[in-house]
């Protein structure tokens, strides 16, 4: 069983920046990949960005040259380093992580709030 658990989310100006982090805790294997997804209301879940274990990134278009993401493996710490924030940013922000065996598992998620 594997456990994620993010801080960082808050409320920031348009223009601003915040720094998510994801905690895995639990039964992780070394090869894998970790993400970042949002969800706003009334609307569904969607990719920010991944990063896999050998450090392959890939961003959604909206998010590209604003947000990135990162991971010290050894610490099993994810991070998203948020720059240029718009009010469109607006989400709860979920940490996930997928092993090949054992799936997808997912954070309880952290609030941004970004206004304009």
């Known amino acids: 069983q594997v456990q994620l658990v993010e801080s960082g989310g808050g409320l920031v100006q348009a223009g601003g920046s915040l720094r998510l982090s994801c905690a895995a805790s639990g039964t992780t294997v070394s090869i894998n990949a970790m993400g970042w997804y949002r969800q706003a209301p009334g609307k569904q879940r969607e990719l920010v960005a991944t990063i896999t274990s050998s450090r392959s990134t890939n961003y959604a278009d909206s998010v590209k040259g604003r947000f990135t993401i990162s991971r010290v493996n050894a610490k099993n710490t994810l991070y998203l380093q948020m720059n240029s924030l718009k009010p469109e940013d607006t989400a709860i922000y979920y940490c996930?992580?997928?092993?090949?065996?054992?799936?997808?598992?997912w954070g309880q998620g952290t609030q941004v709030t970004v206004s304009s």
């Open positions: 996930s992580l997928t092993q090949l065996v054992t799936g997808t598992y």
